[in-house]
């Protein structure tokens, strides 16, 4: 889904992304404990955001996540 985005945005409506601690992250990493997952979380989430995402539905707002999503947004938009 993450890498369908871009076909999303041609519909000209937000996009909310909730990838924050998934069980695909959990089993692509081999990390059983949901709260353990942050660095999944990060990577995954910046995928989204590069791809279209306008919103992203997180469970550890903090300022590693602001970051990512300000650092996602703008590679997005100048490269």
């Known amino acids: 889904m993450i890498g369908n985005l871009l076909k999303l945005r ?3 409506k937000p996009i909310l992304v909730a990838i924050s601690r998934k069980s695909f992250i959990g089993a692509t990493l081999n990390i059983p404990d949901p709260e353990n997952r942050l660095n999944g979380t990060l990577s995954s989430t910046a995928i989204a955001v590069y ?26 938009r100048n490269i």
């Open 51 to 76: 791809n279209g995402a306008h919103l992203v539905r997180t469970h550890d707002v903090n300022e590693q996540i602001l970051e990512m999503v300000k650092m996602a947004e703008e590679i997005r």
């Open 10 to 12: 041609q519909l000209n």
